[in-house]
């Protein structure tokens, strides 16, 4: 059963992963972070800890994709959401696969996010999974890297929000 289920979560990794690649020749800006959630579901509140990498694309409509690992008591999940968002605020939604570590389950399921951040941020998160709705309040903390203007020059550092009035 062990194997299997490192032979899932490789597989997993690769399919969340991969897509990243296409990306990059195109970026506006990557984000990466630390996040951590309070999952409200099943009659017990349990601490979730992840870390997301986000694609954003500002020319024209504002988009992105992420994708993150997260780790829960006996639960780690796998997802990638399509996100659109203003800065200070977003909303997102996409599939998540959740491994259940205690059970050898595997389960697909969907989750949607409202947040408000820049780089210190804060979100919403409604996921359901096999049947069990959770809430999940949280927040995070992200760095920019990789990005470009829309010139396509290379930006040296994501913290220019200082200079807006340029």
Not at 46 to 58: C, G, I, P, Q, R
């Amino acid at each position: 059963m062990k194997a299997n289920f490192l032979r899932n979560l490789r597989i997993v990794l690769l399919l969340f992963f991969m897509p990243i690649s296409f990306f990059a020749s195109a970026q506006t800006i990557w984000t990466a972070g630390p996040m951590i959630h309070v999952n409200f579901g099943g009659g017990k509140a349990k601490l979730s800890y992840s870390f997301e990498v986000a694609y954003w694309n500002f020319s024209g409509f504002p988009y992105s994709i992420d994708f993150a690992a997260e780790f829960e008591s006996k639960r780690i999940r796998f997802y990638s959401e399509a996100q659109t968002g203003v800065g200070a605020a977003g909303v997102a939604a996409g599939p998540v696969l959740e491994f259940q570590t205690d059970k050898g389950a595997t389960k697909l399921g969907i989750q949607t996010s409202v947040w408000g951040n820049y780089f210190l941020g804060f979100d919403l998160r409604y996921r359901k999974v096999g049947g069990q709705s959770t809430f999940c309040p949280g927040a995070y903390l992200k760095t920019g890297f990789a990005g470009m203007d829309k010139d396509g020059n290379e930006i040296h550092s994501s913290s220019h929000w200082h200079d807006l009035d340029d």
